[in-house]
């Protein structure tokens, strides 16, 4: 391509509200051009990275037995409603109302069309393992778009999903998945820490996130010293430290004047945090529910640790969490800031009367608490479980952190880190196969509920997070798998020579396979024309002027080095296929 030719123009200045170093100079390179909050065009360059990472994922789906397919992004009512979605998916699912009582759903992701195809299409375990993927747009209502390509409303997915007799095929075939996507992220030139995560609202057994670890990521991640654990925050486990006392102290009313906080609490008693309970007041709705339809939660949890609200809904049920307001606590008899389940009225079980009480594992691992009195300026010493009070259930509802001991080996510490997801991976086992009853035959001739995985990466968040690994100061520094173009060129000065010896060589590189971008602009000066482009950052950079001639040849840079090498003209080609 000729950029005299071409369409937009490169920014000497990125936008006020671009935060990320990939947002500014997406759009500083004329790459991408925003339409509305969480929604971009792709101009030629970028939409040419775009089909150069399509191209890398179908090569690795294909190899794992995947067929390539494409699904519609308007999405009929009904199905959602038999998965139970259309509600529980209302916080980001846009809808159309088609009138006389049609309604669609803008596709925020697949999985009901694909049992719906399931459903039609598979017969018996001779159809299966199956597995389909298509690249496609997607369309999701976030609240908060940002980073440019990282969090959109409209955006550009690989999505596939696989589909099996039985939890053992899905068990088998799921490494090769695992395997494919790390495939994929290699290729594109970024380095991801695979980590065990949360299956949220997609539901399923359990998943795997691949995160791109960055100071400005949305996600929080573990990692342990010793061992290769790592996981999600939201699913991340660790061992509390701690034991039972040998005897229990007399529970004892004491006051505790301006002590608002666990900290004051602690310091006013003379213990370590780790030896108070503190209460977290919450209204739990279950998906698709009105709030009067919900419940409240009394969460008891260690001092020295904080609550999960994904881990704590995912006890509950997938609940929707919200904080109590101080009425609906004084309600159960409770009193904020001072609470405990001392001398409540404790649901036994879901379905019993009472308070339903939710408690941390680590309140077994201590005791002769410091606990809430419910009276304003007083708390109880030596409280213990459960001779002092009760609870409805006990679960790991815990958020781990820095310094936290290792759940899986036991020895090392973890620490926590930011992260982008760039991909994810989710065993769904039957999660969309019952509620719609899809079977297929198995060779005993019995009906077997199909088990399911499915399998995301967003593109343009993945072609902003090769950006994020691959700049510098200057701009951007494409891998050549994803880069545009292999080779920017470039015709310095006004004189007749080295334009006809480039526009020849812009000829020659073509015909010997390389795709070019050929800055021929007769009016721009050089100075322009390289800060162009190290801002576009294409892999190899050549240049031919009458200097340069003067020299011996062309002079020849790789984008991500500092050296410069000037090359004979007929070396020329040679040279850059060494490179």
């Given at each position: 391509m000729k950029l005299s030719r071409s369409f937009g123009k490169t920014l000497r200045e990125a936008p006020s509200d671009a935060e990320m170093a990939s947002h500014k100079l997406l759009i500083r390179a004329n790459f991408i051009r925003p339409l509305g909050a969480g929604?971009?065009?792709?101009m030629p360059l970028g939409y040419r990275v775009l089909r150069n990472i399509h191209d890398i994922m179908s090569e690795e789906m294909d190899d794992v037995m995947g067929q390539e397919m494409l699904m519609p992004n308007m999405h009929p009512r009904e199905l959602w409603e038999r998965t139970g979605r259309w509600e529980e998916m209302s916080g980001i699912m846009m809808k159309i109302d088609a009138?006389?009582?049609?309604?669609?759903?803008?596709?925020?992701?697949?999985?009901?069309?694909?049992?719906d195809l399931i459903s039609r299409e598979v017969d018996s375990y001779r159809d299966m393992p199956r597995m389909v993927y298509h690249i496609s747009k997607k369309f999701r209502d976030e609240a908060r778009p940002r980073g440019g390509m990282i969090r959109l409303r409209e955006f550009i997915m690989k999505d596939a999903y696989s589909m099996h007799l039985n939890e053992e095929g899905l068990d088998e075939y799921y490494p090769d998945m695992y395997q494919a996507y790390l495939n994929i992220f290699n290729r594109c030139g970024i380095d991801v820490v695979?980590?065990?995560?949360?299956?949220g609202a997609m539901g399923g057994k359990s998943s795997h996130e691949f995160l791109f670890p960055h100071e400005t990521g949305e996600d929080d991640f573990i990692q342990c010293s010793n061992c290769d654990y790592a996981a999600n925050v939201e699913a991340a486990v660790f061992v509390r430290t701690g034991s039972k006392p040998e005897s229990e102290d007399a529970l004892e009313k004491i006051e505790t004047p301006d002590c608002k906080t666990i900290q004051a609490v602690a310091d006013f008693c003379g213990v370590a945090t780790s030896q108070t309970l503190k209460a977290v007041f919450l209204w739990a709705t279950p998906p698709g529910k009105s709030e009067k339809e919900g419940k409240f939660v009394f969460v008891v949890i260690r001092g020295d640790l904080d609550v999960n609200e994904v881990k704590l809904s995912n006890a509950l049920g997938g609940m929707e969490l919200r904080p109590a307001t101080e009425e609906e606590i004084k309600a159960i008899g409770a009193t904020p800031g001072y609470a405990s389940p001392i001398g409540l009225n404790v649901a036994k079980d879901v379905e019993s009367d009472?308070?339903?009480v939710i408690a941390d594992t680590s309140m077994d691992h201590g005791g002769n608490y410091v606990f809430g009195a419910n009276d304003v300026g007083y708390h109880y010493t030596g409280a213990n479980y459960p001779r002092d009070f009760a609870v409805t259930e006990i679960a790991d509802i815990a958020e781990a952190g820095n310094g936290h001991v290792c759940g899986v080996c036991g020895d090392g510490t973890l620490s926590s880190r930011k992260a982008i997801e760039a991909g994810h991976c989710f065993k769904l086992g039957v999660r969309y196969s019952v509620p719609t009853n899809t079977t297929a035959l198995g060779p005993?001739?019995?009906?077997?509920?199909?088990?399911?995985g499915s399998y995301g990466i967003g593109l343009d968040r993945l072609m902003a997070i090769i950006v994020e690994q691959y700049h510098d100061e200057y701009g951007?520094?494409?891998?050549?798998?994803?880069?545009?173009?292999?080779?920017?060129?470039?015709s310095l000065g006004k004189e007749e020579e080295p334009k006809a010896i480039c526009d020849q060589m812009y000829?020659?590189?073509?015909?010997?396979?390389?795709?070019?971008?050929?800055?021929d602009r007769p009016k721009v000066n050089p100075g322009v024309k390289f800060k162009d482009a190290d801002l576009m950052g294409m892999p190899i950079r050549i240049s031919i002027g009458k200097r340069s001639?003067?020299?011996g040849g062309a002079e020849v840079k790789l984008r991500s080095a500092s050296d410069r090498d000037i090359v004979a003209i007929d070396d020329l080609i040679a040279h850059v296929k060494s490179l």
């Open positions: 929604i971009y065009t792709y009138g006389g009582s049609r309604w669609y759903g803008m596709s925020p992701t697949h999985e009901e069309v694909v049992v695979p980590v065990q995560a949360d299956v009472g308070v339903y005993d001739g019995k009906p077997y509920h199909v088990y399911m951007i520094m494409w891998p050549r798998s994803v880069a545009p173009y292999d080779i920017h060129l470039m000829k020659d590189l073509k015909a010997a396979g390389f795709s070019v971008i050929y800055d001639l003067e020299n």
